[in-house]
């Protein structure tokens, strides 16, 4: 049975944020992507790792404990021909199209937020002067 890696990303992020006091609002602000953002990748079962790595690395957890295939993926990830990133290659299977999907779904929200972040701050400050 495959792991359902948003859950798993949540409950450890939940138990994480209680112990340390933060909330998902605090955490999703320390990634620099929306709340919203946070909700809908613990909603995807297939989240990709480099997703969780990055959540990893904001809390100062090593997600290889829930995840110890993410090693494997890395190895293969780095040795594999198409290129590092999984958005630079011409996706073989149904699963890597999937994985390079969401991938660039996932980019394209982080950059979505950053360029409203922009304009709220120049709204705000042609408002101001």
């Not at 997600?63 to 630079?88: A, H, I, L």
């Amino acid at each position: 049975m495959l792991k359902h890696r948003g859950e798993i990303l949540e409950k450890t992020v939940r138990a994480w944020c209680a112990k340390n006091g933060f909330t998902i609002l605090a955490l999703s602000k320390k990634l620099e992507q929306a709340p919203s953002t946070t909700y809908r990748q613990f909603e995807k079962d297939d989240l990709p790792f480099h997703i969780i790595r990055r959540f990893g690395k904001a809390m100062g957890h090593d997600f290889r404990v829930e995840f110890p295939e993410m090693d494997e993926e890395e190895t293969y990830s780095r040795s594999d021909s198409w290129g590092q990133d999984p958005g630079t290659y011409e996706p073989v299977t149904i699963s890597q199209a999937i994985q390079q999907r969401d991938t660039w779904k996932e980019k394209y929200y982080e950059l979505l937020e950053k360029h409203n972040k922009l304009l709220l701050e120049k709204l705000e400050e042609a408002s101001g002067k």
